[in-house]
Structure formats: C-alpha cells, structure tokens
C-alpha cells in the first residue's frame, strides 16, 4: 500500500469512514421494544407494624361458695405480653362494682401487683410483688388458681410460672401440695363452679 492510500484509510478510520456520529434521536416504537423493558417495577410498600387487636378473655374471681367464676374482660394489644399485662392488671384490680353486688370477691391482697416477666411460648413467668399480706392456706390456693385461670384464658398461653418478687416459687395445687413445675389450667379446674368447669 502507497504512502498516499494508507494516509486515505487513516483518515477515514478518524473521521468515522461515513458511519453517522451524531443527529437526532429517533423513536423506537413500543411494539418493537422487548417484553418487560418498559414496565416498571412497583416499589416495596413498608412493612406495616401490627396493629392492636382486641380479645374477650377472663379472669375468674372467687364465688360466695368459694368456687371460682370466669368473668369477660375485653383487653387489647399487638402481643401476647401486652395482652396479658392488661388482662393482669385487671385481676389485679378485682371485682368491679356490679361484681361485688354478685357477691363476687377476689383472694388476692390489696395491693397486689403482678407482672410479665417473660414469655417463652407457651409458657409465661408472672411476679407477684406489692402485697404486705400473702394468703395463706386455702385461700393460697384460690388465689394462685386465679391467675393460672386467668392467664391461660389468653390464647397463645398454655402454663404460668410465678415468681415472687422476682424469686422462682414453689406454688400449691388445689390438694396443697407445692411444685415447681410450671402450672396449666388442668391442675386448677377442680376449684371453678360447676357451670363454668369444662365437660371432662
């Protein structure tokens, strides 16, 4: 190749040797475009926090023949913990005053404060904390048998441990006598009234 022609091919390599560098843009129309390049693809919606719900459970208070009575207490909240607090809170607080005139009474002391400690599905720890005076006796064992019923009438809790101030205790079956173990509705039956004791 002459010095002439390889001068020639070098230009036309530089200036583009007739393919088009520039000019306007032009439209590709929509049915010649591939599946899919012109959707888009929605945003992720945020993850919504769960929302209160709302549960007829009951606490049982003790009868005039010292049986004990499931009563209806509507609590609400976005777990089994919250739930279970405010159910608490109302054992805690005992009969209302329509209650009362039903001859309706609690075992539990005055001042008697309990709380969730933990949850470990099914089975949740409850302290019991405030109360100068502890039952004693039969009146021991209602009491207990009110926050084992209570408690488990909260779906998602199946057995209770109870700690006293903090302290793991041994609590009394209806017979009087003391375990360790965790405590479950079953144990506790014996002592509800007739009509709200589950067909065996």
Same mark, same amino acid.
């Given at each position: 190749?002459?010095?002439? $022609?390889?001068?020639?091919?070098?230009? *036309?390599?530089?200036?583009? *040797?007739?393919? %088009?560098?520039?000019? %306007?843009?032009?439209?590709?129309?929509?049915?010649?475009?591939?599946?899919?390049?012109?959707?888009?693809?929605?945003?992720?919606?945020? #993850?919504?926090? /769960?929302?209160? @719900?709302?549960? &007829?459970?009951?606490?049982?208070?003790?009868?005039?023949?010292? =049986?004990?009575? /499931?009563? %209806?207490?509507?609590? +609400?909240?976005?777990?089994?913990?919250?739930?279970?607090?405010?159910?608490?809170?109302?054992?805690?607080?005992?009969?209302?005053?329509?209650?009362?005139?039903? @001859?309706?009474?609690? !075992?539990?002391?005055?001042?008697?404060?309990?709380?969730?400690?933990?949850?470990?599905?099914? #089975?949740?720890?409850?302290?019991?904390?405030?109360?100068?005076? $502890?039952?004693?006796?039969?009146? =021991?064992?209602?009491?207990? !048998? @009110?926050?084992?019923? +209570?408690?488990?009438?909260? %779906?998602?809790?199946?057995?209770?441990?109870?700690?006293?101030?903090?302290?793991?205790?041994?609590?009394?079956?209806?017979?009087?006598?003391? &375990?360790? !173990?965790?405590? #479950? $509705?079953?144990?506790?039956?014996?002592?509800?009234?007739?009509?709200?004791? /589950?067909?065996?």
């Amino acid at each position: 190749m002459s010095r002439r $022609a390889a001068a020639l091919a070098l230009l *036309c390599l530089l200036a583009g *040797c007739g393919v %088009p560098t520039g000019g %306007p843009a032009e439209t590709i129309p929509a049915s010649e475009v591939p599946h899919g390049l012109t959707s888009t693809s929605p945003a992720p919606r945020p #993850t919504a926090a /769960p929302e209160p @719900q709302a549960e &007829t459970t009951r606490i049982h208070l003790v009868a005039g023949d010292d =049986s004990l009575v /499931p009563r %209806p207490r509507e609590v +609400s909240g976005s777990s089994v913990r919250d739930r279970l607090d405010a159910l608490l809170t109302d054992l805690a607080a005992g009969p209302t005053a329509a209650e009362r005139d039903l @001859q309706l009474s609690t !075992a539990l002391p005055p001042d008697v404060e309990l709380s969730v400690t933990d949850v470990s599905d099914p #089975t949740v720890t409850i302290d019991i904390s405030g109360a100068a005076d $502890a039952p004693a006796g039969l009146a =021991s064992r209602r009491a207990v !048998a @009110q926050i084992v019923l +209570s408690a488990t009438s909260v %779906p998602g809790v199946d057995a209770v441990v109870l700690t006293l101030d903090g302290e793991r205790v041994e609590a009394p079956l209806p017979s009087g006598e003391l &375990t360790p !173990a965790p405590l #479950t $509705a079953d144990s506790y039956t014996v002592l509800l009234a007739p009509a709200s004791a /589950p067909p065996s």
